[in-house]
């Protein structure tokens, strides 16, 4: 049996532990990590990030600064888009599979086939993974919420950061933006430093309530901190800092917050001293895959007739298509397509909405090997409602070249509504 092989059996054996891929508790976790001797109170400091939109990019920039400065970072992000090894990145190296086997393996033995959801045990491999490697800061993604999130078992953080806060898994969050964000700003903890990105004004008011009553200061964006476009990148300000800075690797103006917010943290992580030198590089230097991307070489790309351009982005949500809006009003020059897939769970029509405008059209699928897939016809509707040129295709390939021989200027097209469907086009593409 080859190590892929093996991976693939002890994930596909941890996703029957429980009959929900979803059951929000710490219960199962804290039993586990107490069964594995509770690595997690062994990590280096952590910094612990919730949020709707945004989580994924403000980790990367910080990740990028943290290691231009010369620092060891361990990070837990969600979920992967290939290989699930992507998930966990020991001082700076994506974990091996080997590694990887075996703490799975440790956590399987210690739970002993009581219910715990794939997440859960997934994490505590994840803490068990970073607690046997050396390293100088652990950035941890929540996967779903922060109250209940498997990662908030962490009792005292460095630090917490929030970014932008959106409609998005109401089925276990509550059906209002108000529950919603009292779930992810419970990760905030007393006397730790909170830093929050742009909100809505009622997130807002939920964020600094909690923060006051579990005994915290909020570095909050617009009051305490700001980012403004500049010619050449943004400008950073706060009480103590001003800072002018280059434009981030990953596109779209939505990415300056993110950045500004990775640059807030580290002004209240006073654990480093980090040089304006390090975030140049840092930002320059940021990938994160999936995130309004430029595929510029492979299978698919090379298939594009001259001068077309095929662009990714996993966001599927309101905000993610409001930030989407703002690149596809800068993207004026040429017509651009979509191809959408999306999970059955999302919001469908508030995610196409803002893209309408600015939209030639969009060819919808189903996601492959996803049993949540929306239907392409559940898809099409929401678009044709919308009062966009709509067009239902078997696969991505077909969506493609649907769209090249209607076409009949140079274009661009965007794959987007799922990091899953993403990580399908990877694939293609190789």
Avoid at 95 to 123: H, M, Y
Avoid at 276 to 288: D, F, H, S, V
Wanted: charged share 20%; glycine share 6%.
């Amino acid at each position: 049996m080859t190590l892929e092989q093996e991976t693939n059996n002890v994930l596909n054996r941890l996703q029957e532990l429980h009959p929900k891929q979803i059951d929000l508790s710490l219960g199962r976790i804290q039993n586990l990590m107490a069964r594995l001797g509770s690595p997690q109170k062994t990590l280096p400091p952590v910094i612990h990030v919730a949020g709707t939109n945004g989580k994924g990019s403000t980790i990367a920039f910080l990740r990028a600064i943290l290691e231009a400065t010369g620092l060891r970072v361990h990070v837990y992000t969600s979920p992967h888009l290939v290989n699930f090894m992507e998930r966990i990145v020991l001082a700076g190296d994506v974990i091996s599979e080997d590694n990887l086997n075996q703490v799975l393996a440790d956590c399987e033995r210690a739970n002993a086939g009581e219910p715990i959801t794939f997440f859960e045990i997934t994490t505590a491999a994840a803490f068990l993974a970073f607690a046997s490697v050396p390293a100088d800061v652990v950035i941890l993604e929540t996967g779903l919420g922060g109250r209940l999130d498997a990662t908030n078992i962490i009792e005292k953080p460095a630090l917490t950061a929030i970014t932008p806060i959106s409609m998005d898994h109401m089925h276990f969050l509550g059906n209002s933006l108000n529950k919603i964000a009292a779930e992810k700003g419970a990760i905030q903890k007393h006397n730790v430093p909170s830093v929050v990105a742009s909100q809505q004004e009622i997130s807002q008011r939920v964020l600094l309530a909690q923060a006051r009553e579990v005994g915290t200061n909020i570095f909050l964006y617009g009051r305490d901190w700001q980012v403004t476009m500049d010619t050449d990148g943004f400008v950073y300000r706060s009480s103590k800092r001003h800072l002018t800075l280059p434009k981030p690797s990953l596109y779209g103006a939505h990415q300056l917050i993110n950045a500004g917010c990775a640059i807030a943290c580290l002004e209240k992580l006073s654990l480093f001293h980090i040089t304006e030198k390090a975030m140049r590089l840092g930002l320059k230097n940021t990938m994160w895959p999936g995130r309004l991307e430029q595929l510029r070489e492979g299978h698919l790309v090379t298939s594009l007739p001259n001068g077309w351009e095929l662009w990714l982005d996993g966001g599927h949500n309101a905000g993610a298509g409001e930030a989407l809006r703002q690149t596809l009003l800068d993207w004026n020059e040429k017509p651009t397509h979509l191809i959408v897939g999306m999970l059955e769970t999302k919001q469908i029509y508030d995610f196409l909405a803002p893209l309408v405008p600015q939209t030639e059209s969009m060819h919808m699928i189903e996601i492959p090997d996803e049993p949540k897939t929306a239907k392409a016809s559940s898809l099409a509707a929401a678009a044709q409602e919308l009062g966009v040129r709509t067009a239902i295709s078997e696969n991505v390939l077909n969506a493609i070249s649907d769209i090249i021989t209607k076409e009949k200027k140079t274009a661009r097209i965007l794959v987007c509504g799922s990091l899953y469907l993403l990580g399908h086009v990877y694939k293609l593409n190789i």
